[in-house]
């Protein structure tokens, strides 16, 4: 096999500020792999919170070294064992084995000609509402932004929360359901709040008709997010606590969602056996994102169909996606019935590294 990488820049439409932080862009690492002729692609995208430039994803996918491999399939079961670890490379990050396998599932889905999901055991096609965030802004824009969200189709808003002065929060959360009445409202203060603040907070939020709230607490006290979420007059939703298959098990029926990104558990089959992990607890599977391109987000739209909740918006908040193929434009994003990912690139982007 032979591999290719292509580091580009995504601009963002405009800042998203959220409670830690306020970003403008991020950097994508392009992985494209080609096996007899053909060629699947998948996508790694910097983050400060998990410790990953666009540098570091370079060097660590190219320790993977998938030349090793005869083939897409003994790859992908590597992948699975973690057989992928050099001594360049002790321990692959989740971000770099989900654009390993994105690529590698890419590529077999164009050979055998099928999609992802249909690769993953789903055969009918289908749609799915994802969530628009709205993040820490002012509130006549974020009114603003909630009117067109909900005239272009928009049936949920994700509004971001955990400003110094909780009371900013509440009342652009009202703002935005006076613009956007008949959406429905998520709720994600990025683990701002203590759990007092959370607990006094969390009725008024259910008031204005918010419909569940992503990680109200700091990570790292699963203890205290299932002590709350039992009390909570809405959904507990785990994000930051819940990263990998043993924290959702550790998690699973004490809190009544996980939020399930590929790059933060380690891909596609990761994912699988978290939903897998959480059948039957009461706990329910929500799938997010990061900020990325169509081609990062369209792994994660083939799955889309398993989830309560979808939070599939990263590349709607740029201000050019680069690739194609999964819609949200209309609120809704669907994975296409094409071979593999079923996306394409748009336009060519300059190299930054």
Known sequence: MKVRLRTVR???????????????ARD??????????????????????????????????????????????SALEALSSQALSSDAVPSVPPAVTAAVESALLDLVGKRDGVPVHRLLGTDTPFGVAT????????????????????AHGFQVIKVKAG???????????????????????????????????????????????????????????PDALGALAEKSPLPVIADEDAVSVDDVRRLAGRVHGVNVKLAKCG????????????????????????????????????????????????HL?????????IGGADGTVRPSDRPGLGVEEVTAHEDVA
Do not use: K
């Not at 908040?317 to 193929?325: E, I, K, R, S």
């Open 131 to 150: 969530a628009r965030t709205i993040g820490i802004t002012s509130l006549p824009h974020a009114a603003a932004e909630a009117r067109r969200l909900a």
């Open 267 to 314: 891909g596609v089959r990761a994912a699988l056996r978290i939903a897998e992990s959480i059948e039957g607890s009461g706990t329910e599977l929500m799938l997010g994102c990061l900020t990325a391109s169509s081609l990062g987000l369209a792994p994660a739209v083939h799955l889309a169909d398993r989830a309560r909740w979808a939070d599939l918006d990263g």
């Open 163 to 221: 400003t110094p002065d909780p009371e900013d929060d509440i009342e652009r959360t009202r703002v935005i359901r006076d613009a956007a009445p008949r959406v429905r409202l998520l709720l994600d203060s990025n683990g701002a709040w203590s759990a007092a603040q959370a607990e006094r907070l969390l009725p008024r939020f259910a008031a204005l008709g918010v419909e569940a709230v992503e990680q109200p607490l700091p990570p790292g006290d």
């Open 28 to 73: 994508a690492v392009w992985l494209a792999v080609e096996h007899d002729g053909v060629t699947g692609y998948g996508e790694a995208v910097s983050s400060v919170y998990y410790g990953l430039d666009a540098d570091t994803l370079v060097r660590l996918i190219s320790a993977v070294a998938l030349e090793r491999f005869a083939d897409p399939e």
């Open 317 to 325: 908040l740029l201000a050019h996606d680069p690739w194609t193929g």
């Open 10 to 24: 995504l601009e963002l439409a405009e800042p998203l500020r959220i409670s830690r932080s306020t970003m403008t």
